[in-house]
């Protein structure tokens, strides 16, 4: 080899990487441990900070709110893994079958409720689900209300009494929960819907003709050859949507018009966290409860890890 | 074709049109919603009649929710604002973490073992532990209510790097930057002529993603800005609930200036949308 290797200056990799590392100092190396440091203190505003050791995380325990917010955001995230994503698999799986035709159509169609984005969803939703004008008790309505008259017994005679049955839902009063999971199922279900039918390209067709050919069926087929195939993407699908969830904000809190809703019921661990941090001020509790849902979102992370390399997945 | 083929087949597309109309639905009211004005929002689901459903009433449609959207609630300013914040932001986020991606992939230099580390390891942090800090943040450094407030610290996402990183792995031969710097290449000209072409695809996934999540972050400019005619689209709409509260075709109209540029740009690229959104796998 005749040729001349010219090297670069030793400067240059650190002027590409410059302008991001200094981004990432101030914005995110530096909150990150400024936050460690606030969670020990108490604030009022953002002038205003007094050290308090561990009374945040003791008072945090103590705060019936706070557990009400763990309940509803553990609610929503298993909602999303168990009702969710299972619908997302099932779409995906009959996206996947070979003989359909314009998939591209399909999946479109699915997979647009998400460019709608979280604040456009909510504001919507809160319309869809009003109790008296919203779409969904509009249609309730339509489908289910029914004049009946219902023989009754009154003073020995038998007489007809006008019944009317008819289901609507105060969804945002009382269902506030139902609504939050069926806005985010609409919205993410096809999102979801797409890792999963890029996975089905993993699974090997000859073996799913194989264990047909030996007489195994349709669930036979899904549970043995299907799912160990996509358990590696299903799995980090799972993270996702655990990460998401237990992030959720702007959905309860656009839908209920910047409230917790009634009795708290769409209060959420990121709403309890901007609750206290920018409503009462105190940026210091905010960023203990900031560390509380950051340890058990690792804790998922490390958890999806360990089940990876048992399975002997490479993730 | 034997019958339970047949069978088959009936029930897939009976499925997946059941399913798509329960998804277009919602499409559909906020169309109609937009267009109709307040007596027919009240009388009709969707679209307003003059009894049976296919006879439509055109006169219970309207366009006055987009003139007091534009004359009197200035939603024009708030587009304006969103489209500035998501390009600027994207382009600038975009160019940042593909600038660190080929550091990482194509130099050998002390400390890059460290900073590997250091972007992996935040891809772990998530983002509701910044929201308290970072407004403590961009308090000392007087970046309340202005847009580098929201632009800058958006800049260095390490989610950008690892894909950029990536990329250039996968898809950019050693040979070639050594083959540039052989015919007199300089480092910056290598860079922006030769490596960023190459990895367009992710160029563009890239910038679609953080387009995307700018234009529908509601949380930061909430948190960041004060000024109303700074608010982008996201707080503006959600705002219109307060003056015209009861006004629902106006919220609606005001949704539907929001979502759709996002829409009509999903329908004319469509295949690019859906590889760049789940590559990037951001959610919300």
């Known amino acids: 080899m005749s040729r001349r290797f010219r090297q670069h200056p030793a400067w240059v990799p650190y002027f590409w990487a410059g302008p991001f590392l200094l981004v990432f100092a101030v914005f995110l190396a530096y909150p990150m441990l400024l936050s460690v440091k606030m969670a020990f203190h108490q604030n009022a505003g953002p002038r205003v900070a007094e050290y308090v050791g561990t009374q945040n995380f003791s008072w945090m325990m103590g705060d019936p709110l706070f557990w009400t917010a763990v309940r509803n955001t553990a609610v929503f995230a298993a909602a999303s893994v168990f009702i969710q994503l299972p619908a997302s698999l099932g779409l995906a799986l009959l996206l996947n079958r070979p003989q359909l035709r314009a998939r591209g159509f399909w999946r479109a169609i699915f997979f647009a409720p998400v460019l709608v984005g979280l604040p456009f969803v909510a504001i919507l939703a809160g319309l869809v689900f009003e109790k008296n004008t919203g779409l969904l008790n509009v249609a309730l309505h339509e489908f289910t209300s029914l004049e009946v008259t219902l023989p009754r017994k009154i003073g020995g005679q038998t007489l007809g009494v006008p019944f009317t049955f008819d289901i609507e839902f105060p969804w945002l009063q009382s269902y506030v929960m139902p609504t939050l999971i069926i806005s985010a199922f609409w919205m993410y279900v096809g999102f979801n819907m797409v890792y999963f039918l890029a996975a089905l390209q993993n699974v090997d067709k000859s073996q799913l003709e194989a264990a047909e050919i030996d007489g195994a069926n349709a669930w036979h087929r899904f549970v043995n050859v299907t799912l160990p195939a996509i358990r590696p993407v299903a799995s980090f699908v799972v993270l996702l949507s655990l990460i998401g969830s237990f992030q959720l904000f702007e959905l309860p809190y656009l839908l209920l018009q910047e409230t917790a809703g009634p009795n708290n019921q769409g209060l959420t661990l990121v709403m309890y966290l901007y609750q206290q941090g920018f409503d009462r001020g105190d940026l210091g509790y905010a960023s203990a409860v900031g560390w509380v849902l950051a340890i058990v979102l690792f804790g998922f992370a490390i958890a999806q890890q360990v089940y990876g390399r048992l399975r002997g997945a490479d993730l | ?284």
């Open chain 2, 1 to 284: 074709m034997n019958t339970r083929a047949r069978l088959t087949d009936a029930f897939l597309y009976a499925a997946l049109a059941v399913f798509a109309v329960v998804t277009l639905v919602p499409f559909a009211y906020l169309l109609f919603s937009a267009f109709k004005s307040q007596e027919s929002f009240f009388s009709f689901a969707l679209w307003p009649t003059d009894g049976a459903w296919w006879q439509v009433d055109w006169g219970g449609f309207t366009v006055k929710h987009f003139r007091t959207l534009f004359v009197d609630a200035g939603v024009a300013r708030a587009t304006a604002n969103s489209f500035f914040l998501a390009s600027v932001t994207a382009v600038l986020a975009t160019l940042c973490s593909a600038m660190c991606g080929y550091a990482l992939a194509k130099y050998r230099f002390a400390g890059r073992g460290v900073l590997l580390w250091l972007v992996l390891g935040s891809l772990a942090v998530p983002a509701a532990l910044l929201i308290a800090p970072g407004y403590q943040v961009a308090y000392w450094l007087g970046l309340l209510d202005s847009y580098a407030g929201l632009i800058l610290p958006a800049m260095a996402p390490a989610f950008g790097v690892y894909l950029f990183r990536q990329a250039f792995i996968s898809s950019m031969p050693d040979e070639m930057i050594e083959a540039a710097r052989v015919d007199g290449c300089g480092e910056v000209r290598l860079f922006f002529t030769i490596a960023l072409p190459m990895v367009r695809p992710m160029v563009g996934a890239f910038l679609l993603i953080t387009y995307l999540a700018t234009w529908n972050n509601f949380i930061s400019p909430q948190i960041i800005l004060q000024s109303q005619e700074m608010l982008p689209l996201s707080v503006f709409v959600a705002q219109l609930r307060g003056p015209y509260g009861t006004e629902y075709g106006l919220i609606m109209a005001g949704t539907l200036v929001a979502v759709a540029p996002v829409l009509v740009l999903f329908l004319l690229l469509q295949r690019d949308f859906i590889a760049g959104l789940t590559a990037g796998a951001v959610k919300g």
